[in-house]
């Protein structure tokens, strides 16, 4: 999944799909996980056996050249809005973000600043997180790969609300990518994570990233499957 800069020839991505239940990679991290795989199997019964026992997963991505504007293009003023930037302070004037205790592993390559919202477990009043997020190894460069990785580098938006951790997999994940090649010279991008709702176990979220200059480059949408703990 690359810009079209990065493969000459090759379109690049417009979007993707995710569908996943991958509970077991989080066993390192929750020694009572074994429940819970249970629960991933019953959802997913009609898979052979050996993908119940260690996860499922299916993903799906579409690619595309530009496209000539239609004969009857609305005007400027008629066509749907951008989503618009929250207000954030820069990344200097934020808070660390990765703080809490038993966050999972692949969280350490990653630089993050709390602008807004709320911190995971911190009970916050709504369920949404704005954070600065970079790459610690931010000399690699830009591209969708990478750009796709901070999408998922935060933890569910519904943590903010909790005052506790939780179990937890991804049921699907859609990406849409606004930019074939986004760039940002600093490294930081603003990345915001909303949960519209959190019932019966289930969260349904929204993620959307901007470049520095304010231009979003990034919109997902997924559903999360939160796992109370056995006691």
Known sequence: MQGASAVPG??????????????????????????????????????????RRAMYTDFAQAAGAPLPPPVQQPPVQQQPP????????????????????????????????????????????????????RHRDAPAGDDLVRLVALADALPPAAFASLSAGAPISTMTWAIDLFEPAPRSETGWWLVQGIAETIRHGYSAQTTVIWSPDGRPVLSARQNVAIFARQR
């Open 82 to 133: 951008a989503p618009t930037q929250p207000v954030a302070p820069p990344p200097a004037d934020c808070p660390s973000f990765y703080t809490w205790p038993n966050r999972p592993n692949f969280m350490e390559h990653f630089e993050g600043r709390l602008a807004g919202g709320g911190a995971p477990m911190s009970s916050h009043v709504l369920p949404e997180m704005l954070v600065w997020l």
């Open 10 to 51: 090759v379109e690049p991505v417009l979007a993707a799909n995710h569908d996943a239940l991958a509970i077991a990679t989080h066993a390192q991290n929750f020694p009572d996980v074994e429940h819970i795989q249970r629960e991933v199997n019953r959802l997913h019964e009609e898979d052979d056996e050996g993908r």
